[in-house]
């Protein structure tokens, strides 16, 4: 996927820390949001999902919602 990726966190979530450190060990592009310091974040967040939970990842359009490694991995290509 040759788009960055938007991660939606929120800190001290240790879901959110796990994508981040995937991220960076597949050395993908990524921006950070943050939906419990920036309600534009969450508003952002809430219009792509419906929903509350995190982390979401959205890329090319695309939108996941707490992915597994393997649906994470398949998602990039």
Do not use: I
């Not at 981040?20 to 508003?43: I, M, P, T």
């Not at 792509?48 to 995190?54: E, N």
């Not at 393997?70 to 290509?77: H, P, Q, T, V």
């Amino acid at each position: 996927m040759s788009s960055m990726v938007t991660l939606f966190v929120v800190p001290n979530c240790p879901l959110c820390a796990q994508a981040r450190d995937w991220l960076q060990q597949h050395g993908v592009a990524y921006s950070e949001r943050d939906v419990a310091a920036d309600f534009s974040a969450l508003r952002a967040m809430y219009k792509l999902t419906r929903q509350g939970l995190v982390p979401v990842f959205v890329a090319a359009e695309r939108v996941l919602v707490r992915p597994t490694d393997e649906e994470l991995a398949a998602w990039l290509g």
